[in-house]
């Protein structure tokens, strides 16, 4: 069975840093793009981060310099640092993985496209 599984969130104070992790199990991720999304309460779900299968990855503008998506193939896993933490990054975040030509990279990233297979998410709370 194809499953995602989150870990790493938690609460932490402005300022501080968190790597989230995303498994896979009963598949490989080389082949797919992943792409870590948020949603807060009240909010829409937004694209935070994607890595393609060729490693060409993609941020939010909220984050570009503050987060760092990354892959590990052989661990089966993906990784979102998150340093320099706002309380306006309290979410829950998931991780979600599809098989994707480049030209649709973007547009999964920006959650133009929803991707095919979704974790169960992981609650991320900025607060002091």
């Known amino acids: 069975q194809l499953q995602l599984v989150e870990s790493g969130g938690g609460l932490v104070q402005p300022g501080g840093s968190l790597r989230l992790s995303c498994a896979a199990s009963g598949f490989t991720l080389d082949a797919y793009t992943i792409g870590w999304f948020r949603q807060a309460p009240g909010k829409e779900r937004e694209g935070v981060s994607c890595?393609?299968?060729?490693?060409?990855?993609n941020y939010a503008d909220s984050v570009r310099g503050r987060f760092t998506i990354s892959r590990d193939n052989a661990k089966n896993t993906v990784y979102l640092q998150m340093n320099s933490l706002k309380p306006e990054d309290t979410a829950i975040y998931y991780c979600?993985?599809?098989?994707?030509?480049?030209?649709?990279?973007?547009?999964?990233?920006?959650?133009?496209?929803?991707?095919?297979?979704w974790g169960q998410g992981t609650q991320v709370t900025v607060s002091s």
């Open positions: 979600a993985a599809d098989i994707i030509p480049p030209i649709l990279v973007q547009p999964m990233c920006t959650g133009r496209r929803a991707p095919a297979y």
């Open positions: 890595i393609s299968s060729s490693g060409i990855t």
